[in-house]
Nanobody
Framework: QVQLVESGGGLVQAGGSLRLSCAAS????????MRWYRQAPGNQRELVAS???????TYADSVKGRFTISRDNARNTVYLQMNSLKPEDTAIYYC?????????????WGQGTQVSVSS
């Protein structure tokens, strides 16, 4: 198991910035990729950004050019820098660890952190 603790959410005005952090502990060596998802009320959970073991990053079209995912291996922490925030970015943001466990893919999740963007 990988334990994930998110922090950094809050309320911000449109155009502002926030940085989310996700601290990982436990079976970190099994992790293949770290991801940020979000879920707004009434919507399905959607993938926002991902960073692979090799450092490759991918982003949802809706956040490209505004969000940046990065990691600090020494601190076992992944970050999501969110700039030029829009009201439609309002959601609970979840950190995800995608890993190999007993020969199959498995996911661990953090508890989520609320991001609210006012217009």
């Amino acid at each position: 198991q990988v334990q994930l603790v998110e922090s950094g959410g809050g309320l911000v005005q449109a155009g502002g910035s926030l940085r989310l952090s996700c601290a990982a502990s436990g079976s970190i060596s099994l992790i293949n990729a770290m991801r940020w998802y979000r879920q707004a009320p009434g919507n399905q959970r959607e993938l926002v950004a991902s960073i692979s073991l090799g450092g490759s990053t991918t982003y949802a079209d809706s956040v490209k050019g505004r969000f940046t995912i990065s990691r600090d291996n020494a601190r076992n922490t992944v970050y999501l820098q969110m700039n030029s925030l829009k009201p439609e970015d309002t959601a609970i943001y979840y950190c995800n660890a995608h890993k190999i466990s007993s020969g199959s893919w498995d996911d661990d999740w953090g508890q989520g952190t609320q991001v609210s963007v006012s217009s």
